[in-house]
């Protein structure tokens, strides 16, 4: 499954793309002087549903950023974690 990743921090806007098999994991880190993004995402199956399990963080200066999600999740899917105008993680499922 292609993963689509798009990180938004309120003033910048990165994007990173992971193919997964239909169950398993991936990562993703970009880590600069003045930000840090690191995303882990499983897909797996609880109770014989697909579901994705996101954990994420995100530092930007001295602020800092982190969350752990898991939600249904179907090909085509699209989802938002974080706050909006600030930290926030869009995922798109294909």
Sequence with gaps: MHVELTVSDGATTRTHELVLPE???????EKATNRDDK??????????RPKV???WYLRVGAKEYETTSITDFARGAR?????????QLTVVTR
Excluded at 23 to 29: I, K
Excluded at 39 to 48: D, K, N, P, Y
């Design 39 to 48: 995303i882990r995402i499983c897909l797996v199956r609880l109770a014989g």
């Design 53 to 55: 399990d996101i954990q």
């Design 79 to 87: 989802f938002e974690l974080g706050r909006r105008g600030a930290a």
């Design 23 to 29: 169950e398993g994991c991936g990562s993703v880190r």
